[in-house]
């Protein structure tokens, strides 16, 4: 959940535009914050109890709202060092790189790391002619920030209170896929191919919770495990 933050993928996303609108501050909150690593990450490896679950979810997203609000309150004044025309395709193709990795590990291991392509956009996007150093922080910003970050944490708490019967019901692989799509459609909303207002992203990750759900067959046991057969007419 920290790594949209510490990698640059978050900043793009500010400097491109992508919480223009509710529908951004939703899928930006969602997929960047409690996207498919984040859900992969409680259900596989956060164990204890329910308790210590949520503590847990709660100690991070502590440090997570308060720095995207601080990320976003200095975007003004690094947006009048970039252009913008030029940055935003490099958002895009972070995210892109984002999903791939979200739907392949073997993938990533030929794709460069989000921070290296964050850091070679703003190098092509630096304009110091336009560049203004006095703190102007847009509080509307700031705001829909915080927002996206607080509902990463709240769909993270959600997902950590329901862990047992989440393992039982969901498979995370299916999640991660339609999860890497849905990243791709907010690629390119990021540079115009989709309208930016358009819920595209979310009716993509609707679909895959949805396509997420495996519950257990009725011969199957709650565990995920199946049942040996071991009547001899049987087999």
């Given amino acids: 959940m920290c790594l949209p933050l510490v ?22 909150g969602l997929l960047v914050f409690g996207g498919s690593a984040t859900v992969a990450v409680i259900l596989s490896e956060l164990g204890g109890s329910r308790r210590d679950r949520v503590r847990t979810v709660l100690a991070v997203g502590a440090v997570v709202v308060p720095v995207a609000a601080l ?21 895009a193709l972070v995210i892109v790189a984002v999903a791939a990795r979200t739907a392949s590990a073997s993938v990533s ?7 290296v392509i964050v850091a070679v956009g703003l190098v092509a996007s630096l304009d110091p002619s336009g560049a203004s150093l006095s703190a102007s922080a847009d509080p509307a910003l700031v705001v829909r920030a915080t927002a996206a970050a607080a509902l990463g944490v709240l769909a ?4 950590a209170v329901a862990a047992p019967r989440l393992r039982t019901v969901v498979d995370v692989e ?4 339609g999860s890497a799509v849905a990243l791709g459609v907010l690629a390119l909303s990021t540079v115009g191919l989709v309208p930016s207002d358009s819920p595209l992203a979310l009716a993509v990750l609707g679909v895959t919770v949805l396509l997420s759900f495996d519950p257990p067959g009725e011969d199957e046991p709650s565990d995920g495990t199946h049942a040996a057969v071991t009547d001899g007419s049987a087999e």
């Fill in 174 to 177: 299916r999640f991660r896929f």
């Fill in 71 to 91: 990320e976003a309150a200095a975007a003004p004044t690094i947006r009048s060092l970039l252009r913008l025309s030029v940055l935003e395709p490099f958002a």
């Fill in 7 to 28: 990698d640059g993928v978050f900043p793009a996303l500010v400097l491109a535009g992508a919480l223009g609108d509710p529908a951004g501050v939703v899928t930006v």
């Fill in 156 to 159: 993270a708490l959600a997902v």
């Fill in 109 to 115: 291991a030929w794709l460069p790391r989000p921070a």
